[in-house]
């Protein structure tokens, strides 16, 4: 005899899944807090904070994605208890349908969701841009400081005029090696 677990209920996912949001909520605000930090220590070139902040950022993406994972379920239990098993729902479609009280709330976290994310990406896109410009500086450094000491020589005369005719001075050295 197989003994099933009771069915939650419409309440008890929607409870789950605003805890969800609100844990992406969250999440996206120290990832925004994170990326602030980082800007900073782009424009003050430290390696060392660049290096946390990077795992920080894994970690709180591997977070996100946990909790993307988490909400999705959650709407497809939601979208089958009601009867939507065939139809291909986004969040903001299932809520409008709904019209349950934990639906309002719901739709609110996620429109202060997508605001932080917004900030997110276009935070994101100005660190990039920012760390593109130091990674181009320590190239140009890096091929000049190259070019200094790959010459064959490191001093050379300018290119002497002289009379037609006459070898350039030597002033007594002599050039053979």
Do not use: W
């Not at 996206?28 to 930090?37: D, H, K, M, W, Y």
């Not at 976290?109 to 900030?119: H, M, N, R, T």
């Amino acid at each position: 005899m197989v003994v099933q677990a009771p069915k939650e209920t419409p309440q008890e996912i929607m409870s789950a899944m605003e805890a969800v949001m609100v844990n992406e909520f969250r999440v996206c605000q120290t990832l925004l807090t994170v990326l602030q930090q980082e800007r900073q220590a782009l424009v003050q070139k430290d390696v060392n904070a660049l290096s946390h902040l990077v795992e920080q950022k894994e970690s709180l993406l591997d977070e996100l994605g946990n909790n993307e994972e988490s909400r999705r379920s959650q709407m497809e239990k939601l979208a089958q208890t009601f009867g939507f098993k065939d139809e291909v729902l986004g969040l903001t479609d299932l809520l409008r349908r709904l019209q349950m009280t934990a639906s309002e709330r719901i739709y609110r976290l996620q429109e202060g969701i997508v605001a932080l994310q917004s900030k997110i990406r276009e935070l994101n896109r100005a660190n990039l841009a920012l760390a593109e410009m130091n990674v181009d500086r320590i190239n140009a450094l890096q091929e000049y400081l190259v070019s200094l000491f790959s010459s064959t020589s490191y001093y050379q005369p300018a290119v002497a005029t002289t009379k037609a005719g006459l070898p350039p001075a030597t002033y007594g050295m002599d050039t053979k090696g």
